[in-house]
């Protein structure tokens, strides 16, 4: 759990900061997927938005929690 929260909440913190500044330079209603304009409402857009940043920071998160095992870690892994 502790390992769990370790990745969720800053990835938290950082996907709030990171749609406060994406959005405050481009609005919902200049954004385009696959060429075509989205025609979500703006509270939508925002909510799909940082569920995305978040996702995106939360696998950096995750990346470094699994690059920090000890080769004690590892070798234990391996042998099961």
Known sequence: MQKLIQVLWPSFLVAGLVEILFFTV????ELYLFGQSVHFSPIATYSIGFFGF???CAASSLTTLFFQRTSEEVNRLSQD
Not at 26 to 29: E, F, L, T, W, Y
């Open 54 to 56: 978040w996702l995106v």
């Open 26 to 29: 481009i609005a919902p209603q």
